[in-house]
């Protein structure tokens, strides 16, 4: 027989969400405009949690260990380290010493979760793709990306080698040991290597018409922003709005840079200015075209995406860009190739400010940058990303530094 | 047959109310007034006035859509606020699994329930877990949806429901103060005190990873204290359970 709440035991309930949850306000921006005598009798700390929230927060050790726990290792502090921590006479030692040992605690076959596992979940979720730790029948190919990524992170190599490493992208990891497969670990879809960029796990949960969606994914996963990537263009104002792109107007496909026989019109202007973002992407998404549907890498002239026109026929070049244009990560950055589209990722100072989000948004349990526009002050985003540059893009250290911030321990 | 009159009383009361809505709702967009006698009647324009669209042949994904999502956490503080803020977390899916075991709850999915003689349901702690993996936001990858950030209402209400499976886990007539298996993470500790009968300061904090403040662990001793509940199992079973799930809700 399932228990029943009484009344007095829901109120105690209830006073304790208010307690424990005092700062919830203040991150919705909600405000309580009724002045019930409910509210009015509430110490000022709890009624008032909302607005103290910004200006009276204060170091919690204990806190930050949870949430530090949690992240870190897929679980709760045990009670000898919560005992340890509050017996501690000095604190931010402590509680330092046990970041760098949550950091550095191997998984095994007792103890299944560790920094490696929460470091794949997280790339899972960054990627948005994973073989498992899902709903749905998992995809085994998608795995090899986040397992990738959280390998350089363990393992304190570059994280640029995301965009441009030309070997060894398609590891595993052994819980029971705690290592990831060190062998060949070459990916058995026999395409080029260029990070997880041609990751054909990647390809294939991206693959759309024209090759958009993957355009769309590396501009948002690796630059932390929607399209449109550029807007510094001089201003031209058309009946569908402005057109702001630095790329020249006729740089793209459409009805005045094709003439009559283009069979998509990216120049429209007399409702929305595709050219604001396709000026971009259209420069981009040719080099990610030659993947087909699979995944599968395909060499030779022919791309391997559609358009979506009458008949659904396979892209051509002209398509995306008039026949004389070349191919650029940005107006004025030429990639002749995808290892060239790789290096200009890594080198793009949106790339580091990107990954420094992320990992600050992680830890301070924000939204996603892209999809809930948790954005991070310049301010802020210079500090973690000149030490993430000086240390080779070492992740790992970047990791420490946000989890032992004095704004992370401060509630 | 009166009720069946009022029923159709009630619709046509409706249709009106409806009506008038829908006035009203044209009037506002068209910022005119209703006509009157005296007021010559508009001429409907010859042609069909449309704002002029792009001819989107393909799928955006949503991207163009003009409002986006007004409740997004970058968009209810300046950043430079925001940035400074824990923000509550859904514990994820894989994470709540491995800290329930960890405590000693069996999340695994048992076979036929048992709960009622006439209905079957979920109300084990695991068969809640497993069977709730959608409502707890797990990812779904396949469809490109990754774990989600923020507990839903029913998240909330599915994590209650579990958590007060794992305290009938814990709390039971053969171990009646919550004490922590070995294997676990909280071995040695208990939940509750024999003598006055209260809140064990390190079981809880084992249990919600957090040690409870003193006011929280009055509350909490004074919760399981509550003279309506005449059982004392049911007393701290409830107890623990809503402790900690106004803990669990956030990461």
């Given at each position: 027989m399932?228990p029943t ?5 829901l ?5 304790t969400?208010t307690?424990t949850?005092?700062?919830?306000g203040?991150e919705t921006?909600?405000r309580?405009?009724?002045s019930?005598a409910?509210?009015e009798g509430?110490?000022?700390t709890?009624r008032?949690g909302d607005?103290?929230?910004l ?5 919690d050790?204990?806190?930050a260990?949870r949430?530090a ?11 000898a380290?919560?005992q340890?921590l509050?017996?501690?006479p000095?604190q931010?030692s402590t509680?330092?010493?046990?970041i760098?040992?949550?950091?550095n605690?191997?998984?095994?076959a007792a103890?299944p979760?560790?920094?490696?596992t ?11 793709m994973g073989g498992a730790d ?6 085994a ?6 397992t990738y990524?959280?390998?350089?992170v363990?393992?304190?190599?570059p994280i ?16 029971s040991?705690?290592?990831f497969?060190?062998g060949?670990?070459?990916?058995a ?5 260029v990070?997880?960029?041609s990751?054909q796990g990647?390809q294939?949960?991206?693959t ?6 993957r ?7 690796f630059m ?12 031209v ?9 630095p ?6 496909s459409?009805?005045?840079?094709i003439?009559?026989?283009a069979?998509?019109?990216?120049q429209v202007?007399?409702g929305?200015?595709?050219?604001n973002c396709?000026g971009?992407m ?6 990610l075209g ?5 995944g599968?890498?395909?060499?030779g ?7 979506p026109?009458?008949?659904t ?11 004389t ?9 030429t ?5 060239a ?14 990954m420094?989000?992320r ?5 301070m349990?924000r939204?996603d940058?892209v ?11 210079t500090?973690l990303?000149?030490?993430?540059v ?6 790992k250290?970047l ?8 704004t992370f321990v401060?509630? | ?8 009383k009630s619709?046509?009361g ?17 910022e005119?007034l ?7 009647t508009?001429?409907p324009?010859t ?19 003009p409002?986006?999502?007004v409740f ?18 859904k514990?994820?899916?894989q ?8 405590r000693?709850?069996n999340?695994?999915?048992s076979?036929t329930?048992?709960?009622s003689?006439t209905?079957a ?8 877990y497993t069977?709730?993996?959608?409502i707890?936001?797990q990812a779904n990858y396949?469809a ?8 839903t209402?029913?998240g909330?209400v599915?994590?209650?429901d579990?958590?007060?499976g794992?305290?009938e886990?814990l709390?039971?007539t ?5 004490t922590f298996?070995?294997?676990?993470d ?6 509750f005190n ?5 809140c ?5 904090a084992c249990?919600v990873?957090v ?5 929280q662990?009055?509350?909490?001793s004074?919760m399981?204290n509550?003279?309506?509940n005449t059982?004392?199992l049911?007393a ?9 799930a106004?803990?669990?809700l956030?990461?």
């Amino acid at each position: 027989m399932k228990p029943t709440l009484s009344s007095t035991t829901l109120s105690l309930a209830l006073a304790t969400v208010t307690i424990t949850g005092c700062s919830g306000g203040a991150e919705t921006g909600q405000r309580d405009t009724s002045s019930g005598a409910f509210r009015e009798g509430l110490p000022p700390t709890v009624r008032d949690g909302d607005k103290l929230a910004l200006t009276d927060t204060t170091v919690d050790y204990m806190l930050a260990l949870r949430s530090a726990a949690i992240k870190l290792t897929g679980s709760y502090p045990t009670l000898a380290e919560i005992q340890e921590l509050q017996t501690s006479p000095d604190q931010p030692s402590t509680y330092a010493a046990r970041i760098d040992q949550y950091l550095n605690r191997s998984c095994s076959a007792a103890q299944p979760n560790c920094f490696a596992t929460q470091q794949i979940s997280f790339w899972r979720n960054t990627f948005h793709m994973g073989g498992a730790d899902t709903a749905g029948t998992p995809v085994a190919m998608q795995e090899f990306a986040p397992t990738y990524a959280a390998m350089l992170v363990v393992n304190e190599q570059p994280i640029t080698n995301l965009v441009n490493a030309s070997s060894g992208t398609c590891p595993t990891f052994s819980v029971s040991t705690g290592a990831f497969s060190t062998g060949a670990n070459t990916c058995a879809s026999g395409n080029p290597t260029v990070g997880v960029i041609s990751d054909q796990g990647v390809q294939a949960q991206f693959t759309s018409s024209m090759a958009f969606r993957r355009t769309r994914w590396l501009q948002e996963t690796f630059m932390c922003a929607r399209f449109p990537a550029e807007q510094n263009g001089a201003k031209v104002s058309y009946p569908g709005g402005v057109y702001q792109s630095p790329w020249p107007w006729n740089s793209f496909s459409g009805s005045e840079s094709i003439g009559a026989n283009a069979r998509v019109d990216f120049q429209v202007k007399d409702g929305l200015i595709c050219g604001n973002c396709h000026g971009t992407m259209n420069h981009i998404a040719p080099l990610l075209g030659k993947f087909d549907s699979n995944g599968i890498y395909k060499a030779g002239n022919a791309f391997q995406v559609t358009t979506p026109i009458t008949g659904t026929p396979t892209t051509v070049l002209t398509d995306w860009l008039p026949s004389t244009e070349g191919f650029g990560w940005r107006f004025g950055q030429t990639v002749a190739d995808l290892p060239a589209l790789g290096a200009a990722i890594a080198a793009d100072p949106g790339f580091s400010r990107c990954m420094a989000t992320r990992v600050w948004n992680w830890a301070m349990s924000r939204g996603d940058v892209v999809n809930d526009g948790s954005a991070i002050t310049d301010d802020l985003a210079t500090s973690l990303t000149t030490q993430f540059v000086a240390d080779n893009y070492n992740m790992k250290k970047l990791v420490r530094r946000v989890f032992t911030d004095p704004t992370f321990v401060r509630y | 047959m009166r009720k069946v009159f009022t029923y159709f009383k009630s619709l046509a009361g409706l249709g009106l109310v409806t009506s008038l809505g829908l006035l009203g709702a044209v009037s506002c967009s068209n910022e005119t007034l209703p006509p009157d006698d005296n007021t010559p009647t508009m001429t409907p324009p010859t042609e069909v006035m449309t704002a002029p669209q792009p001819t989107l042949a393909f799928e955006h994904d949503g991207t163009l859509a003009p409002v986006g999502n007004v409740f997004a956490d970058g968009t209810t503080l300046p950043d430079s606020q925001s940035q400074r803020l824990h923000y509550c977390g859904k514990i994820h899916f894989q994470n709540l699994g491995t800290i329930l075991s960890r405590r000693g709850v069996n999340i695994a999915k048992s076979g036929t329930q048992a709960c009622s003689p006439t209905n079957a349901f979920d109300c084990t702690a695991g068969n809640l877990y497993t069977n709730g993996n959608l409502i707890l936001g797990q990812a779904n990858y396949p469809a490109r949806s990754s774990e989600s950030d923020r507990s839903t209402t029913g998240g909330i209400v599915r994590m209650q429901d579990i958590l007060i499976g794992a305290a009938e886990e814990l709390i039971t007539t053969g171990n009646p103060n919550g004490t922590f298996g070995a294997a676990t993470d909280c071995a040695g500790a208990k939940l509750f005190n024999d003598t006055p009968v209260a809140c064990n300061p390190d079981g809880f904090a084992c249990f919600v990873g957090v040690p409870l403040t003193a006011a929280q662990l009055q509350l909490c001793s004074q919760m399981v204290n509550d003279s309506q509940n005449t059982d004392p199992l049911v007393a701290k079973r409830l107890t623990l359970a809503a402790v900690a799930a106004t803990i669990y809700l956030c990461d």
